[in-house]
Structures are given as structure tokens and as C-alpha cells.
């Protein structure tokens, strides 16, 4: 079965600054995969998603992602970061079959500092 | 456009209480659906999805149960709510298109359960 670890349970980081957030999978093929963001109280919007083609894939507000098959990574990225980005991350793999569920990771909480 | 509704928003209710919570999806059809829970500071677990009328998997043996009654709306209940079912419920669609999964999902607002 697949998985999804996202290493890194909070991350701080000050207004300007670059943010990294790291997604690792495991899955015997090449997946679907997914970041979503979660701002307090609220569902999940989906900024970006990769299932072929340019390893490099651009989101909304600004994210963008880098899937590296050697490595079962995708790890999202934003040069630099807006207060409005305080929020919960989260990374998503999806295979195609019946249902098409996606399985989540357990989420990076991200604070952003004045 | 398609757009999903998710009701109530929060949600009290005590120990042993009935449960219903509802979903319904607008502007598609045959959508896939999906309830997830986010236990506090917890990531997301499935626990039940359909691919049509009538035809629920569970994915985590619990207390709780689904259903859907009408193509676009699936509904998650409980006869007897536990301290345990507490959390953040969220429900969502994915299109099925030849069984396509790369349209992600999208969804619903929430319902925020206390059981107390």
C-alpha cells in the first residue's frame, strides 16, 4: 500500500523568507501526487498536483513543487513567504483505482513570523 | 461549476447521541465521495468512500456508518456517538473519468464534532 510521510511536523519561518516543505512516498509506481493547504477551521484547497511530464509544477499563490523520482520526493516550495501562508500542509499521493483515494500525510503546520 | 456543501458547520453533541452529517455535490455527476476525519493535530484518515448509489467501502472498522442515498449526496451517521468520534470531519468529490485520479479532490468546509 502506498504512503506518505512528511517529515517535519512544524516549520517557522519569518515573512520574506524561502519555505521548503518536505513530502516523501512510497509506492511501487509513479504516483499522483498532491500538496494541499488547510488554513484553520476550513477544508483543504489543493495548490498544486503532478501526475506526468515537467518534473517541476507551478501552484497557486505563488508554490511551486519538484518531483524527484530517485529520491520518492515532492517537496513544495515558495521563494518567499506571505503571513497568509500560516497554515497546514499537506501532501497527498493518489493511485488509479477503484475509488481513486488519495492517501495523506500527516500534515506541516507552518507559522509564519513578523 | 461544481461546488460541494458540507452542513452543520460545528456540532455538539453528547456521548451516545445520534449522528447524521451530510454532504451534497453540485454541478457533476457520478462523482466519487469521500468522508475523511482530522483527528486535533492529526493528519487525515479515510473512512468511507462510494463510487455510486448505494456502494460504500469502509476503510477503519468504527463506530460510524455511510451512506448514499442520492448520486450527489452521501451522508455519514452514527447510531451512538463515543468521546472517540470527536474531530473534524471533512467530506469531498473527485470526477470520475476513466477512472482518472489526477484531478485531485475537492473539499467540502468541514463539520467540527464534539462529543461531550
Known amino acids: 500500500a502506498q504512503s506518505v510521510t512528511q517529515p517535519d511536523i512544524h516549520i517557522t519561518v519569518s515573512e520574506g523568507a524561502s519555505l521548503e516543505l518536505r513530502c516523501n512516498y512510497s509506492?511501487?509506481?509513479?504516483?499522483?501526487l498532491f500538496w494541499y493547504v488547510q488554513s484553520p477551521g476550513q477544508g483543504l484547497q489543493l495548490l498544486l498536483k503532478y501526475f506526468s511530464g515537467d518534473t517541476l509544477v507551478q501552484g497557486i499563490k505563488g508554490f511551486e513543487a519538484e518531483f524527484k523520482r530517485s529520491q520518492s520526493s515532492f517537496n513544495l516550495r515558495k521563494p518567499s513567504v506571505h503571513w497568509s501562508d500560516a497554515a497546514e500542509y499537506f501532501c497527498?499521493?493518489?493511485?488509479?483505482?477503484?475509488?481513486?483515494?488519495?492517501?495523506f500525510g500527516g500534515g506541516t503546520r507552518v507559522l509564519v513570523k513578523p | 461549476s461544481q461546488t460541494i456543501h458540507q452542513w452543520p458547520a460545528t456540532l455538539v453533541q453528547p456521548v451516545g447521541s445520534p449522528l447524521s452529517l451530510e454532504c451534497t455535490v453540485e454541478?457533476?455527476?457520478?462523482?466519487?465521495l469521500y468522508w475523511y476525519r482530522q483527528a486535533a493535530g492529526r493528519g487525515l484518515q479515510l473512512l468511507f468512500y462510494?463510487?455510486?448509489?448505494?456502494?460504500i467501502s469502509s476503510e477503519v472498522p468504527q463506530n460510524l456508518s455511510a451512506s448514499r442515498p442520492q448520486d450527489r449526496q452521501f451522508i455519514l451517521s452514527s447510531k451512538k456517538l463515543l468521546l472517540s468520534d470527536s474531530g473534524f470531519y471533512l467530506c469531498?468529490?473527485?470526477?470520475?473519468?476513466?477512472?482518472?485520479?489526477?484531478?485531485?479532490?475537492?473539499f467540502g468546509s468541514g463539520t467540527r464534532l464534539t462529543v461531550v
Open positions: 454541478g457533476t455527476s457520478n462523482p466519487n
Open positions: 497527498a499521493v493518489g493511485i488509479k483505482a477503484a475509488g481513486n483515494k488519495l492517501t
Open positions: 509506492y511501487g509506481a509513479t504516483p499522483y
Open positions: 469531498a468529490w473527485s470526477p470520475t473519468i476513466l477512472g482518472e485520479v489526477s484531478y485531485g479532490y475537492t
Open positions: 462510494s463510487v455510486g448509489i448505494g456502494q
